[in-house]
Nanobody
Framework: QVQLVESGGSSVQAGGSLRLSCAAS????????MAWFRQAPGKEREGLAR????????YVRDLVKGRFTISRDSTDNVLYLDMNNVNPEDTAMYYC??????????????????WGQGTQVTVPS
């Protein structure tokens, strides 16, 4: 059973930085994808970044590229999202998700069967 637990969300001033973590357990597949999504109030959930075991490839969407970085500590099986120069539009619940196959391109919710409970990021305007 795959379990994902996010942490690190908080209120941060515009222009600041934040690191989100996702501790994963039960992921035993050679092929996997781990991703970060977010959902702001009244908006659809959107995929931000993903890392896959196939070629150890990472992908970050243009809307946060240059500000957000995805990485993974394979030893402890922890996924990270480093957020820099945040702004009020980054206010959302952030979710970690995983799939036991390689998912290429923009991460989309239907491709991921496993989800964490989310961690809230607030950037006051």
């Amino acid at each position: 059973q795959v379990q994902l637990v996010e942490s690190g969300g908080s209120s941060v001033q515009a222009g600041g930085s934040l690191r989100l973590s996702c501790a994963a357990s039960g992921v035993r597949s050679t092929y996997y994808t781990m991703a970060w999504f977010r959902q702001a109030p009244g908006k659809e959930r959107e995929g931000l970044a993903r890392i896959i075991s196939c070629g150890n490839s990472t992908y970050v969407r243009d809307l946060v590229k240059g500000r957000f970085t995805i990485s993974r500590d394979s030893t402890d099986n922890v996924l990270y999202l480093d957020m820099n120069n945040v702004n009020p539009e980054d206010t959302a619940m952030y979710y970690c998700a995983s799939a036991t196959r390689c998912v290429w391109g923009v991460p989309k919710s239907p491709d991921f069967p496993y989800w964490g409970q989310g961690t809230q990021v607030t950037v006051p305007s």
